[in-house]
């Protein structure tokens, strides 16, 4: 299969398990896999209907289907975030990245589940 053909599939497959868990409407309306200059790479998906009490409701369950959807793409994810619309309680988007040694360090020095006000950390694997 062709990454895009993978990211099509893992799109829809992430949809149906959060409508199922949640029951409610949500709409991922893009999934994208990126690289960044820096080194980190993974995947984005951009999301709508999500809010963070939902995340924090179903936290164990979604970073499951997220962790599910990273091995179906053959991403091994050290960063599990969302993405939230500051001010808001709206989720803008889900990010499954495996970070390079600076964004690693960056993201390190911060602590809790919300280092930024517009982050919302579901996995972080420290290195020992
Ligand atoms: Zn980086």
């Known amino acids: 299969m062709t990454l895009t053909e993978e990211l099509l599939i893992a799109r829809g497959e992430l949809e149906n398990n959060l409508r199922n868990l949640l029951g409610i409407p949500v709409f991922l309306i893009e999934m994208d ?6 080194g980190c790479s993974g995947a ?21 289907y997220l962790n599910n959807a990273a091995e179906n793409l053959e991403i091994e994810p050290s960063f599990i975030f969302a993405r939230l619309i500051p001010g808001t309680s709206e989720v803008a988007s889900l990010n499954i990245r495996m970070l390079c040694n600076r964004c690693y ?7 809790g589940k919300q280092p930024r006000p517009d982050i ?9």
């Open 120 to 128: 919302y950390i579901l996995r972080f694997d420290r290195r020992t």
């Open 105 to 111: 360090m960056d993201f390190a020095r911060g602590s």
């Open 44 to 64: 984005t998906i951009n999301i709508r209907g999500l809010q963070v009490d939902d995340l924090e409701i179903f936290e164990e369950q979604i970073l499951k």
């Open 33 to 38: 896999g990126f690289a960044l200059p820096c």
